[in-house]
């Protein structure tokens, strides 16, 4: 069975810090860009961060610049994003998504993937 699943998601108090993973099963994802998006309760999904198949390349949404941070470990076949300083707008289920033959920002931006996780909940909380 071909499919993603993220981990790391948890309640977290504002300024804090989580790390989000995406594990591939069924597939590898060397040849992949990889998204990561999120949807809060009655807002669109937006993308929040993608990586280039090497993890030369990464396209962050304006709102996490600086905070966020994706990597990829191709031989676990997982990506990270790391998420510092976190802030009560964050709260969103988080999605990771997996594309061929695209650019980062195209597939923040209009998000086409062959694969989405199922995502993992992120609640900043005090």
């Known amino acids: 069975q071909l499919q993603l699943v993220e981990s790391g998601g948890d309640l977290v108090q504002p300024g804090g810090s989580l790390r989000l993973s995406c594990a591939a099963s069924?597939?590898?994802?060397?040849?992949?860009?990889i998204g990561w998006f999120r949807q809060a309760p009655g807002k669109e999904r937006e993308g929040v961060s993608c990586?280039?198949?090497?993890?030369?390349?990464?396209y962050y949404t304006d709102s996490v610049k600086g905070r966020f941070t994706s990597s990829r470990d191709n031989a676990k076949n997982t990506v990270y994003l790391q998420m510092n300083s976190l802030k009560l707008e964050d709260t969103a289920v988080y999605y990771c998504?997996?594309?061929?033959?695209?650019?980062?920002?195209?597939?923040?931006?209009?998000?086409?993937?062959?694969?989405w996780g199922q995502g993992t909940q992120v609640t900043v909380s005090s």
């Open positions: 990586i280039s198949v090497r993890g030369l390349n990464t």
């Open positions: 998504a997996a594309k061929r033959i695209t650019t980062v920002q195209a597939m923040c931006v209009i998000p086409q993937p062959d694969y």
């Open positions: 069924g597939f590898t994802l060397d040849d992949y860009v």
